[in-house]
């Protein structure tokens, strides 16, 4: 059973920071491309930032600056730095990767998994 798990969300002030967390378990092969997304009330979910296997990263352009996208392979875990955070961040994030592992058919290939979802709200 592979699965990513999130954490780091919370109540922050506006001009505060964050870290989110998304970790993946299990059986794991390899993982290509990390993301973050974010889906505000009443909106489809967006891209925030996505990070390959190689270490670049591309940033939804209201983020560039504030917010960096790292991981840890030897974790299997994806961050989220979050700073200067504003009353529009406010969302709930969602974890996304390409996890590469067997299947229960013994089939070698990736896998495309999120996270639960963890709330970010910016408010003072």
């Known amino acids: 059973q592979v699965r990513l798990v999130e954490s780091g969300g919370g109540l922050v002030q506006p001009g505060g920071s964050l870290r989110l967390s998304c970790a993946a378990s299990?059986?794991?092969?390899?993982?290509?491309?990390m993301a973050w997304y974010r889906q505000f009330p009443g909106r489809e979910r967006e891209l925030v930032a996505v990070?390959?296997?190689?270490?670049?990263?591309n940033y939804e352009d209201s983020v560039k600056g504030r917010f960096t996208i790292s991981r840890d392979n030897a974790k299997n875990t994806v961050f989220l730095q979050m700073n200067s955070l504003k009353p529009e961040d406010t969302a709930l994030y969602y974890c996304?990767?390409?996890?590469?592992?067997?299947?229960?058919?013994?089939?070698?290939?990736?896998?495309?998994?999120w996270g639960q979802g963890t709330l970010v709200t910016v408010s003072s």
């Open positions: 996304n990767a390409d996890v590469v592992y067997y299947s229960d058919y013994d089939v070698l290939r990736p896998f495309e998994l």
């Open positions: 990070i390959g296997g190689s270490g670049s990263a």
């Open positions: 299990g059986s794991i092969v390899s993982i290509n491309d």
